[in-house]
């Protein structure tokens, strides 16, 4: 088994050592980034050794050797998936020409701002996962903490070789600035909106994974379609690391719904009060989770209507979802797509050109994803016996971005007052009272294979190891 070679400063396959300038310019990044993942990162477990999967190359047996690592040892490279001389751009005014090996002129500033809006997220998630640490529920959900976080900070590693290498002085910058904005700060916040919120427990970290890194998952799609080859090459590589995340996010919702489902059964119990009494999160508590993850997230796909999204698409550098496989012309113009709109107090299809709609497309796409891992959640529920079922809440709730920003619309799409939302939004979104009664619960388990009583052990460890193997040792 191939190991990293400890000696290279930043791990890569991109001939890093034959281009001076880019390695010097990375070599003073790097300490700027070690710093931040100090000041930053994870709380408190910089001594840690964890059971990290780390990817010293893009071959199916190099992109994922396991040992344990401290975390600030890990080695952060760059990775782009193999090229592939023939590839064209795909779609937009440029279809048909050979995928660009280095950035267009004329879409330089554009392709600057899809890149940076994708690095920012990457440590904002970091910044708000900082403290999930000190409460996990067990060590192997603290491993999966840190392996995430890990990977995403070598997904800020990979739009920053971007900027670096293509944008020059201006790339620079801004992956100076990326390490300078923080989540949630006032003067210098996080660009996404979602990226802004707080991940205060591991029911909001496991919701997180589930919904937001799936918006991830969407995004990354649509820019592996990219023209700009080194992008969609980064881009592929990301994904394969994004799996596991949302692996992370689904499976923990369903632990603790399984959890929940058992001390109901074992007591005979519905009443949400009754359910909390056991120290297990009721029901209803992880439906206004749901809706609250659900709804910041799809406000990240942007405006329905985008002329953004037109330029991108037309432009070849921000593709649909799986576009190759899609079998129209794949340049849209003349294309309808229909959104909904408000109108008075009804929401109303209309019929809008396709290429302004594609925030919208991509979105729909998103939630015919993210409904079915509901649908899995559902059957924990149904095996247990009980009536009760999750939904996702309809598009329009609880919105900030796009045409229903400002509207008041009920989880069930029907448009109401404000008097009415206020009225019920306790039932819809978490309470002071929920957030305060999952914090309660929040306690850190550190015995190698036991759980907090609020979650069900995992089916199996990771990597083929046990459940009660030893992911963190703590020195
Ligand atoms: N919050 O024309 P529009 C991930 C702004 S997640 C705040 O619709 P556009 C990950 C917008 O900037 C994936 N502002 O915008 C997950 C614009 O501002 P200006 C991240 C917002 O450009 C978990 C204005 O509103 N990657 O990887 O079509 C853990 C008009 O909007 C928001 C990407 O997002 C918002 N939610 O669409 C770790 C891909 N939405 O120009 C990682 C790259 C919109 O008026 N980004 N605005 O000042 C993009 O493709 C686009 O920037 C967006 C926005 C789809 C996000």
Known sequence: ????????????????????????????WQPNYLQWWQEMGPEGAQDFDVYLRTAINTTPDGWAQFGHVK??????????????????????????????QDVPGEHRANLRRIIVTQGDTEPASVEQQRHLGLTAPSQYDLRNLFQINVEEGRHLWAMVYLLHKYFGRDGREEAEALLHRNS????????????????????????????????????????????????????RFMLTEEAHHMFVGESGVSRTIQRTCEI??????????????????????????????????????????????????????????????????????????????????????????MLNALNEVLRDDYIKDSIAGIGRWNKVIEKAGLSFRLQAPHKAFNRHIGSFSGMRVAPDGRVISEAEWQANVRNWLPS??????????????IEPGKMANWIAPPAIGINRQAVDFEYVRFN
């Open 1 to 28: 088994m191939s190991s990293i070679d400890y000696s290279e400063k930043i791990p890569n396959n991109v001939n890093l050592s034959e281009d001076r300038a880019l390695q010097r310019a990375l070599e003073h």
């Open 71 to 100: 975390m600030p040892d890990y080695r952060w490279g760059i990775f782009l998936a193999a090229q592939d001389a023939e590839r064209k751009v795909n779609f937009g005014e440029h279809k048909g020409e050979a995928a660009w």
């Open 184 to 235: 949630g700060s006032q003067d210098n916040p996080r660009i996404l909106e979602a990226f802004n919120e707080e991940t205060p427990d591991w029911l909001a970290f496991y919701m997180f994974t589930y919904f937001t890194d799936r918006d991830g998952k969407f995004q990354l799609c649509a820019l592996a379609e990219s023209g700009f080859d080194p992008l969609s090459r980064t881009c």
């Open 264 to 353: 109901m059964k074992q007591h005979g119990i519905e009443d949400p009060e009754q359910v909390r009494r056991h120290g297990v999160i009721d029901l209803p508590t992880i439906q206004r989770y749901l809706n609250f993850h659900f709804s910041v997230t799809i406000d990240l796909f942007g405006a329905d209507q985008s002329s953004n999204a037109a330029t991108f698409y037309s432009s070849g550098l921000k593709g649909r979802y799986e576009e190759t496989k899609r079998t129209d012309d794949h340049q849209l113009k003349g294309e309808h797509y229909r959104i909904l709109e408000v109108q008075g107090d009804r929401l109303v299809e209309k019929e809008v050109p």
């Open 432 to 445: 002071e009272e929920d957030r305060a009664y999952v914090a309660s619960l929040m306690g850190r388990v």
